[in-house]
Each structure stands twice: as structure tokens, then as C-alpha cells.
């Protein structure tokens, strides 16, 4: 028997016990107990390209070697020759691959050596998917970015029924960020490497998250990609020539699907919008915590049909990033907007400073791009109902007349008129911008009848505003600030009126 004796540890290799358990284009895998050979496919090559597999072996090595023990990763124990091809020996990580675990998915749970069935329900799939962020999330703590996230490159060790560790393999393409800041000197490069790294890793989770909440492994598809060095990055990297297409994730709560978009959401450059991405993996550590925490809340299932008839209501005790709520807040705004001019009810509650008010005016920007407006309607202890909505709506107008869209002003004002005709009037008294808007000021202000019966009409007519005001062309958030200050009354009176406008794009 012959044995490898590296560091002080004592590894068997019989002659003749390796089993070959891997093969691919580019790589064999070998086995002898619990010991692992990775023996680059060389022949053919040339002698640079020779160099070059060595020099990829050897980052591997150097990469295990920088992670601290308390990562879950797999131990590189030296790099030499097996048959007499360059070869990497390594410790051999138990489990299966998450892609391996997923395509057994069909019998509903899988057989782990020793252990019971893993639970196949969405709760079982979390504690996969925490595992796997965990680990990401080490890596990144500890300076590396591995860079080729893949559900080949991760390693699932059940312990439990409902208890898993994740471990990533293959570093041949991680960055060690100490050694690729050592040389890029300007502050602004390192800032956007570090970033772009990052990125890339959550970008790459996001897929992994995707197929593991979803039970769905993507479909690969060719593209353009042609298995070139990325010369920017430092360190070699492949890019496979096929691009991954993901179906919808309709059947998850809406707290996953947003928590998925955020890490899939594209760079700026790309349309992305900087605000949906996560920046750290231990966020999405938390927020996956915070699912399974309370999941009478956060794993609520919003049919995308729902969503147009029924509340959302936004997590409350969430005092970090806002990521994942402010994607919902984004899906909820896209089903309006797709869902033939239907509205959408979000409730957003938390404690006083929890940012519920900066969060909402997040909404803006999509609302802006759809030539939209934002309507705030801020309760205190003393102001009457009407006097809110008056003021509300006055200071709306105000500033639609200071917009230089002038086709969505006469758009607008059309509607108006259809809606309201010659009982605007009514509401010219109390919403004087509404009259200015028109360009009403030299009309009678009062109409027919007395005050009393045009009060009792102001909710109706106001309801007919706020339907004749959101279009798809552009779209309206009402929002209601402090309803704690509400009384019967007024929340009464916001209801009838709401009751008649929320068949529009509000």
C-alpha cells in the first residue's frame, strides 16, 4: 500500500483503488477512500497550455489554502502528478451536488446515507438555500470570490431531516482579492472590481436560489459566448457558451420571488436598477432567516391574480437594506401596470424610523418612467378627512402644472372632462389648482343646487376624479401616510371614495 503523507496528515492511496467517479471534456475526477484526484484531460495541447492547467491547479491550492477552517470548503492538499498528468489531490467533501439533488426531486425526497428522508416541502428547500448563501457568504467574508457558482459547484451534506451544509468546490476560477488589489493602484479601480467581482457571485446565487426554491433546474440554450479568458478580472475565468433561461416562479410567496429578482437584477449599464441588488450575500443570509422565522408572514403566497384584488402587506420588523421589500413594492407596481389598468392595495407596516416613508418614495422612479404621479395624503391628530384630500390633491395639480408633458397634461384634462363634465365644478372650490389646471378660472364656481347636496356629492365626485386621473398612460400611487390618526369617520370616507376609484391604474 502506498501512502501520501502532506502536513502531517495521513492520506491512503492503494494502487489500484482509484475509481474513476467523474469525467468531462476537460477534467477527470478520481477517487481512492477519502481522497479525491483532479487530473486535467492535457492531451493534445499545446506546451503554453500545459503551463497553463499546472498554474490553474496550483491557484486552486493556494485558494484552499487562504480560506480559513471555519469555511465550508474543500481542503487542496497538493498539487503534483497522477499517471504521470499534472493532478490536484484533495480531501474528498461527502454529499451530493445541488444539481444531483435537484434532478432527484421527481420521488419528492431524497435518501441521504445514514440519515432520514430530507423534507421535499418548501421549508426543506429553505434550509438548502440558507446553506448554500452561508457559504457564499464565508467565502466573501474570508476575501474570495468564487466566481463559477453553479449547482455542479455545490456540495449538499444532510445531517437532519430538515438540517443541511453546503460546501462550494472548484476554485479554478476565484479570485483572492488581497492578491488583485495588490495590483490595481487607483482607489476608483479596486472599488469597481470589488464590486463587478461581487457581483457576478450574487448574480450566479441568484440562479442557484432560483432552482432550488423553485425545484427547476434552467434550461441551457447556446449564445455567443466562446470560452474566453476574462483578462480584466486577474485570474482566468471560462465562460460557458450557453446562457441559462429561467420560467417564472409564480407558485412561490412574492418575499422569495422579489428576494431572487434582487440578486438577478442586471448592472446599470444593462437597465438594472442599482436599488433592487443586494451588495452583500449576508443579506440575503438574513432576509432568507427572516422567511423562515415568520412565515406567516414573509412566505405568503400572492397569486399574480391576487395581487389585484387582495392587500400585500410588506414585512414590518426589517430595519436593513429594504432590498427584497422594495422589490416587491417593484412587482406590485409591475402587475399594476400589466394587469389592463387593474389596481393594487400594498400595506406597508413597521415602528416609528423603521423607513416605511423612504421606502414608498422608491416608487417614484418607475412611476416617473410611466409619466405617473405620486399623491400623498399624511393624517395628523386634527385635520378633518376632506381637508386632507383637498389638500392633497390641490398640491398634486400644483405640480402637474408645473410638468412639461404637455401630452400627458392634455391627456389628462380630457379625462376629466369625460368623467366629471360640468360637476367639476364642485371640486374647483375645494382643489382651487384643479380650476387653474382646467383653465376654469373664469368660470361660475358654484353650480346649480346648494352646498349641502354638492357635499354630500364631493366623495363621489372625487372618487370619479381619482378614476379619471389614473390611466395606464399615466399611472397614479395614492399613498396614505400615519393611519394611526385616522378615526371611523375618516377612514370611512377614504373607503367610499376608494371603493369607486380602484378600477384604474392606482
Known amino acids: 500500500m502506498d501512502k501520501l503523507f502532506v502536513n502531517g496528515d495521513n ?15 476537460r477534467t477527470r475526477i478520481f477517487r481512492s ?36 477552517s471555519s469555511c465550508s470548503r474543500r481542503k487542496v492538499i497538493r498539487v503534483g502528478t497522477y499517471q504521470d498528468h499534472p493532478a490536484m489531490y484533495f480531501e474528498w467533501v461527502e454529499g451530493v451536488t445541488a444539481d444531483e439533488w435537484l434532478r432527484s426531486w421527481s420521488t419528492f425526497q431524497l435518501q441521504s446515507e445514514g440519515t432520514e428522508a430530507v423534507d421535499s416541502s418548501l421549508n426543506g428547500r429553505l434550509q438548502v438555500a440558507m446553506s448554500i448563501v452561508k457559504a457564499v457568504s464565508d467565502f466573501h467574508e474570508a476575501g474570495i470570490f468564487h466566481r463559477q457558482l453553479n449547482l455542479d459547484n455545490v456540495v449538499l451534506e444532510f445531517h437532519t431531516e430538515r438540517s443541511c451544509s453546503a460546501t462550494l468546490i472548484d476554485y479554478s476560477c476565484a479570485a483572492i482579492l488581497s492578491d488583485c488589489l495588490y495590483t490595481i493602484h487607483d482607489e476608483q479601480e479596486r472599488l469597481a472590481f470589488i464590486e463587478k467581482t461581487k457581483q457576478k457571485d450574487l448574480n450566479d446565487l441568484g440562479v442557484i436560489l432560483y432552482s432550488v426554491l423553485s425545484a427547476h433546474i434552467p434550461e441551457l ?8 479568458e476574462d483578462k480584466d478580472d486577474n485570474v482566468q475565468s471560462s465562460k460557458r457558451g450557453k446562457s441559462q433561461q429561467l420560467q417564472p416562479m ?28 443586494y451588495k452583500h450575500a449576508r443579506d440575503v443570509l438574513s432576509d432568507l432567516r427572516l422567511a423562515v422565522k415568520k412565515p406567516e408572514i414573509y412566505l405568503k403566497v400572492h397569486r399574480w391574480a391576487d395581487l389585484v384584488t387582495k392587500p400585500l402587506i410588506l414585512p414590518q420588523d426589517h ?20 394587469c389592463n389598468d387593474q389596481p393594487c392595495l400594498v400595506v406597508v407596516t413597521g415602528y416609528a424610523g423603521a423607513g416605511k416613508t423612504t421606502l414608498l418614495k422608491q416608487i417614484s422612479k418607475p412611476l416617473n418612467n410611466s409619466n405617473g404621479y405620486m399623491i400623498v395624503c399624511k393624517f395628523d391628530q386634527t385635520a378633518l378627512a376632506d381637508t386632507i384630500l383637498a389638500s392633497s390633491f390641490d398640491s398634486f395639480f400644483e405640480h402637474v ?8 397634461m392634455e ?79 375618516a377612514l370611512g370616507k377614504f373607503s367610499s371614495v376608494l371603493t369607486i376609484a380602484l378600477t384604474s391604474s392606482l
Not at 430595519?319 to 400589466?338: I, N, P
Not at 402644472?401 to 400627458?408: F, H, K
Not at 372632462?417 to 374647483?428: D, F, I, P, Q, R
Not at 382651487?432 to 382646467?438: C, G, I, K, M
Open 33 to 68: 477512500f477519502d481522497l479525491g484526484i483532479k487530473v486535467p484531460i492535457d492531451q493534445g495541447i499545446s506546451e503554453d497550455q500545459a503551463v497553463r492547467v499546472l498554474n490553474v491547479l496550483k491557484h486552486e491550492h493556494k485558494v484552499s489554502s487562504t480560506l480559513p
Open 319 to 338: 430595519f436593513y437594506g429594504r432590498t427584497t421589500e422594495l422589490s416587491m413594492l417593484q412587482h406590485a407596481f409591475d402587475v399594476t401596470m400589466k
Open 401 to 408: 402644472l408645473e410638468s412639461s408633458n404637455v401630452r400627458v
Open 250 to 277: 409564480n407558485d412561490l410567496p412574492l418575499y422569495l420571488i422579489s428576494l431572487v429578482s434582487s440578486l438577478l437584477t442586471p448592472v446599470a449599464k444593462y437597465g438594472g436598477d442599482a436599488r433592487l441588488r
Open 221 to 228: 440554450q447556446e449564445n455567443d459566448f466562446t470560452g474566453k
Open 411 to 489: 391627456d389628462m384634462k380630457l379625462s376629466i372632462e369625460e368623467a366629471l363634465g360640468e360637476h367639476v365644478t364642485a371640486l374647483e372650490q375645494s382643489i382651487p389648482n384643479l380650476r387653474v389646471f382646467l383653465g376654469s378660472e373664469d368660470k361660475l364656481v358654484c353650480a346649480a343646487g346648494d352646498s349641502q347636496v354638492l357635499h354630500r356629492g364631493w366623495k363621489f365626485l372625487l372618487s370619479n376624479l381619482i378614476f379619471a386621473i389614473s390611466r395606464e398612460a399615466h399611472p397614479i400611487a395614492l399613498v396614505f401616510e400615519d393611519l394611526q390618526w385616522a378615526d371611523e369617520d
Open 11 to 25: 492520506h491512503k492511496l492503494e494502487a489500484g483503488s482509484c475509481e474513476l467517479v467523474h469525467q468531462s471534456e
